[in-house]
């Protein structure tokens, strides 16, 4: 596999045209959704609908076609977003020795350590269990059988949401902030965070990186994160990782307390930025484009399973204009 994405991972021209073409301000995972979306053109799913031959039953391998070349080209437009941004254009090529992390990590002129944090996140921020926004956008839009590129540039848009994959920037934004209102010339202390908690709390906001739609434990990819940061020398005696240990051992009891939250524990985002902060990646805008390379993983495969099995459009439930007044008249979700 890793061989067979070797051969497809040259990125056109165009893609990279249209990312210079924006605002060099815009924010990164615009960039991404746009450079995907602009593959389009190329699809071989589009090319085979509209050949005249197009046959539901090997509809799949044009879908496996287009997500491979998807994965393969990915991380190659991440690291040429990344250069742009944040290291004054300076790109470098390929190295077409280096797997998927590694290559990244070589890209955005990166340490040999950080090769292993690449492999990491993008293997941990795959897809995990389809319901999720980006990965169930991904399969939404793939059921009008718009093709691999159609579908993934959307999942993104949903990916960068702040509830979403966004989350992970919010945390270190979070953090840093915390840092600078409650810390300056002291110590961090539970006290403090507490009080930083209650805080954010008090004002409506969210915790970010605490809490998921669907587990009620500590996320598996939070601890492994957490383990990978307690034995690297040096990260696990990093300040911001100390801060970040010390909310997890604090940011459970206030949210329990607090009420809402059906899971108080920490989820992948609570951890990530701070190792990316670590190795020198401190432009936590990107986090959610690392995001987004590595759940593509999950969301190509998910959706050329969609068309191997033959799945149909999908239409959520509809809902009557008198539906719509009657709940608005019962006052809709109560918020507070
Ligand atoms: C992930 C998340 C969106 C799941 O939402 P959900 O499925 O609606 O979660 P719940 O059923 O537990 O939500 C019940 C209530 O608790 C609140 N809640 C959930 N997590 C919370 C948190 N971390 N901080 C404060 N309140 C939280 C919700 O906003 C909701 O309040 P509301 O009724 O006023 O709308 C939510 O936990 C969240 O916003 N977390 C912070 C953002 C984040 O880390 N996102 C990345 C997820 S991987």
């Given at each position: ?319 009557t204009t008198p539906m719509l007044e009657k709940w608005a008249a019962e006052g809709g979700r109560k918020l507070a």
């Open positions: 596999m890793v061989a067979e994405w070797k051969t497809r991972q040259q990125v056109p021209q165009y893609v990279f045209d249209a990312i210079r073409a924006l605002p060099r301000d815009s924010h990164p995972m615009v960039m991404l959704s746009v450079a995907l979306l602009s593959l389009q053109k190329d699809s071989k799913f589009a090319a085979f609908y509209n050949s005249g031959k197009f046959n539901k039953m090997t509809a799949w391998e044009y879908v496996y076609e287009d997500a491979s070349d998807l994965v393969a080209r990915i991380a190659v437009i991440a690291a040429f977003i990344y250069n742009l941004k944040y290291r004054g254009d300076k790109q470098t090529d390929i190295d077409p020795k280096l797997d998927m992390g590694a290559n990244f990590a070589h890209m955005i002129g990166q340490s040999e350590q950080y090769k292993d944090v690449a492999r990491m996140y993008f293997i941990l921020h795959s897809d995990h269990e389809s319901g999720n926004v980006s990965a169930h956008t991904t399969h939404l839009v793939h059921s009008a059988l718009s093709d691999p590129y159609y579908a993934y540039s959307a999942g993104l848009n949903g990916l960068a949401g702040p509830l979403h994959g966004l989350a992970n920037q919010e945390v270190l934004d979070w953090t840093l902030k915390f840092q600078e209102k409650y810390c300056k010339g002291v110590e961090p202390t539970k006290e403090l965070v507490t009080k930083a908690l209650w805080d954010t709390l008090n004002a409506g906001q969210v915790v970010p990186g605490y809490g998921h739609a669907v587990l009620r434990k500590t996320d598996p990819r939070y601890m492994s994160q957490r383990e990978f940061c307690l034995k690297t020398p040096g990260l696990k005696d990093d300040p911001l990782f100390k801060l970040v240990a010390m909310i997890f051992e604090t940011a459970p009891g206030v949210l329990t307390e607090h009420g809402k939250a059906k899971n108080p524990w920490p989820n992948v985002d609570a951890q990530s930025g701070v190792i990316q902060w670590y190795y020198g990646l401190r432009e936590w805008d990107f986090y959610t484009v690392l995001f987004g390379v590595g759940r593509a993983l999950g969301c190509m495969a998910n959706i050329t399973w969609d068309r191997g099995l033959g799945y149909a459009i999908e239409r959520p439930k509809s809902v």
